[in-house]
């Protein structure tokens, strides 16, 4: 394992899913802290979406207008880039992390600045920056709660809300006891584990550093493209510090955040927060349209982010993905997710959604588990605000790591060979009936009482904490045969 | 109206009794069940597990054994699901037209009241696949209402996955058991002597779960609690 | 090439299933959701909301909003007091125990952070989700002032209010910075569990100023 933070999108050195989940399913305390939080999270959210009797329907318009961005995105991204240099901004294009990560870093320099605030950001995670900052000298301090908690801790974000639901109360009052100090301002004599002294501790602790800050990296929730307006949608206040206390902005957006015009950010905004934190409307969102004299920053960046989203825009049925307005109301019902927490899927974007972003993002040789991390359920499907057909995408991405594994390589995976054989076996009702019999046989050897125990070999995983039924002596193809003799059409010459 | 079963593979070999009840109860309403012999499977395993190419002749295969049909009725939520949602996508063409046994009940024949007797406390899991991906909403509850005798009671957290997936259950074991053990205590909370559903595969998955613990609850699909009747010694 | 050719080109080349002569506006977009969920009284209903953030709300008439305006101010020992230009004389108390700071010439950070509180009005109000909207219009001046004083209280008039995002977002002019409000700051990143006050002002109190609710 490495010590890092992060390492861009994929962190190479994790596990494939299956083992890294064992390590969580193990941890009974991350288990207790995700079943609390999730269960919170889900009630909050079906009372506020049921309060609209016309969710359906903003549902669909999200989709719709996600759909219509997507298939016109270069238009839409030319002239979100005239209006927000007509604003008084400036667009900068990067076709990959190390870009943008270089066009961060050199305005960062050109600002004067050896520090910088950051609101939370996907966008940011997702390309390394805070390291590649941290490489250039330049110390980049997180500023939302769950951020700072995990920054701090040393730690990987879980969660895309809420990077830190892995950790409790109590677990978060050892981190900020033991490591303020050593970032800035420590935490203050005695502090509890009340959620609301912890809260106070942040602010104590972040207060000095917005208010010296030259410099803040934002992500975006949106930019408009016929007006040049970007907007963030956050709850603490430390977004609005970010946005409005340093002389230089620069907002780091993926591609996909535009959005045709500023009416229809009313479905977004009633989309999103009631989807995100379960509230009809977070605390604070802001909006500004390039610089605003004597009000903010003077200075303003808007860097567009592509790594990997046109790869994904390349494919007509995962590039549903890219409509993600990263509530995670996906994550809080995914009952994978509630067990196994963020960390298994070794990527900043976890849970269903990032089933699926992230091997389109970064190709699903880097990431061939995720796509089966999924028991397929739905019930991601039916929380997503935008309609992102999960389960179809993660089923899509599947053929797409079985193809991948027979063009690399040259002998079949034994999986491979086992539904080679079961699609034979399932050619013909003869064929099948002669495998039935092989595995009735097999079975007698291995029952008792009707039920089959442990297993040997790969059914072992199956048989660890199931029994398994003994096949009856007569399949439904035969009994028929039996009982009804002369409608019997055999299948023997197909 | 004729009427064809799709046993579908897995219940073929392991829960031939689901397709006998199937017939028991449609005939019992007055319908004729016809069998084509020569169906085998939906392609869903190979499918959902990534393998398309080995799925197509399967879907090819479905249709052509269904076609002529005016409804094929399957005792499986998931399988129907898959040819309903997925076969246009490896064949080309719309499949027939397919009914889980529930939706075929309330839908097509307009029957909640089967004449059923079934005089147990049950509890009943809705498959995610027949919750979210058919969605047949509360037909199934309707129709167990409806059974005489029945001590029906609510299942907690029921829409929550029951961690079987498929081959998600072997390549994702750990998780899908720590689902398992989550959805088998909501079941003996219940203390149902019966735990039924709309799909087999989640029962095996959950009843051998139940069994492995010695729980004494027992797993039955819900063809076979319709069709059950006063005559029967259950 | 340089980067933006190199990302529009290959945005290009992957929407090649899109038809040439396909435009943005032929993708439907069905706007058949409700324009408004407010109901019948609006007012009421955004003064339930704004209160359900824990944020607390004072009903006036208008010839008493002075006066809830002072009491409000003196019951949280409000000892100085930023007042952006352009608030309306009709709202502000003529005197009280606290020390006026305008912002003119504009607060340094330091001098808004030393702040106890701070008075504005709001351009819009919005009654389904309780936020009131800043633009930085007379009487409330630059985003800075309503951020860093940990009390802000907000005079809204009851013609301000809409009943829902679509039709406060028309009445918006997104060439303006815009901050749309609603309670006090409040995070969830503990445990999913909802904690008012973070960095935003903490205290939020808003006083309404329209006719009388009828009890």
Known sequence: ?494 | MRVALFITCFNDTLYPETGKAVVRLLERLGHTVEFPADQTCCGQMHFNTGYRPEATPLARRFAEVFAGYDAVVSPSASCTGMVRDSHELLTGSRPPQVYELSEFLVDVLGVTDVGAYFPHRVTYHPTCHSLRMLRVGDRPLRLLRAVKGIDLVELPAADSCCGFGGTFALKNAGTSAAMLADKADCVLRTGAEVLSAADNSCLMHIGGGLSRIRSGVRTLHLAEILAATEGDAR | MNARDTVLGRIRAALADVPADEAPQDVPVARDYLADHAGADPTGLFADRVADYRAEVVRTAPADAKQAVAEALRRRGVRSLVVPPGFPEEFLPDDGPWQRLGDDPQLTVAELDAADGVLTTAAVGIAVTGTIVLDTGPGQGRRALTLLPDYHLCVVREEQIVGDVPEALAALDPARPLTFVSGPSATSDIELDRVEGVHGPRTLVVVLVGAEPVV
Not at chain 1, 5 to 10: E, F, K
Not at chain 1, 17 to 35: C, K, Y
């Open chain 1, 1 to 494: 394992m490495t010590t890092g933070t992060g390492d861009g999108l994929v962190w190479l050195d994790t596990p494939a899913f299956p083992e890294a989940a064992r390590t969580a399913l193990a941890d009974t305390q991350l288990r207790g802290n995700l079943r609390r939080a999730t269960g919170t999270i889900r009630d909050k959210r079906l009372a506020v979406t049921g309060e609209l009797a016309d969710w359906e329907q903003l549902r669909a318009a999200g989709a719709a207008l996600k759909r219509r961005t997507l298939r016109h995105l270069d238009c839409y991204l030319v002239e979100l880039e005239e209006s927000v240099t007509r604003a008084g901004g400036t667009v900068h294009w990067a076709a990959d992390a190390d870009q943008a990560n270089r066009i961060v870093t050199e305005l960062v320099r050109a600002a004067g600045a050896d520090e910088v605030v950051k609101v939370k950001s996907m966008a940011t995670q997702e390309i390394g920056l805070n390291e590649a900052l941290a490489e250039a000298g330049i110390a980049a301090y997180e500023t939302d709660l769950a951020e700072l908690i995990v920054q701090l801790g040393g730690d990987r974000p879980s969660h895309i809300l809420v990077p830190a639901i892995h950790r409790n109360r109590g677990e978060i009052q050892g981190i900020f006891r033991r490591e303020m100090a050593a970032w800035g301002r420590p935490a203050p004599e005695g502090l509890t584990d009340e959620p609301r002294a912890l809260a106070e501790a942040a602010r104590l602790h972040l207060r000095e550093k917005f208010l010296r800050a030259r410099v803040a990296v934002s992500g975006a929730n949106f930019a408009i493209a016929g007006t040049g307006t970007v907007g963030v949608v956050e709850s603490e206040g430390n977004g609005r510090m970010c946005l409005t206390l340093p002389q230089t902005l620069i907002t780091v957006m993926g591609i996909e955040k535009v959005l045709p015009a500023w009416s229809d950010l009313e479905v977004f905004l009633q989309l999103l927060p009631r989807s995100s934190t379960g509230e009809r409307m977070n605390p604070y969102t802001s909006t500004w349209t390039g610089r605003t004299p004597g009000d903010g920053p003077q200075d303003f960046h808007l860097v567009l982010l592509d790594n990997g989203r046109t790869a994904t825009l390349a494919d007509t049925v995962g590039r549903q993905a890219l409509a993600c307005i990263r509530c995670s109301a996906c994550l809080n019902v995914c009952p994978v997710y509630e067990r196994t927490g963020g960390h298994a899927y070794g990527s900043v974007y976890p849970g269903p959604i990032g089933a699926v972003l992230t091997p389109q993002l970064a190709g699903v040789d880097k990431a061939p588990s995720l796509p089966f991390a999924s028991t397929l359920c739905g019930a991601c499907y039916d929380a997503c605000p935008v309609k992102i057909n999960i389960p179809e995408v993660l089923a899509h991405l599947r053929a797409e790591v079985v193809e991948s594994k027979r063009r690399s390589h040259r002998a079949p995976t034994p999986e491979a060979l086992v539904m080679r054989a079961a699609a034979a076996a399932l050619a013909t009702p003869r064929r099948l009936s002669a495998a039935q019999r092989s595995a009735r046989l097999g079975s007698h050897l291995l029952a008792r009482k009707g039920r089959i125990g442990r297993l040997p070999g790969p059914l072992r995983a199956w048989s660890d904490s199931r029994d398994s039924p003994q096949p009856p002596a007569e399949t439904f193809h035969a009994w028929w045969r039996r009982t009804h003799p002369g409608e019997t059409r055999s299948g023997e010459s197909r």
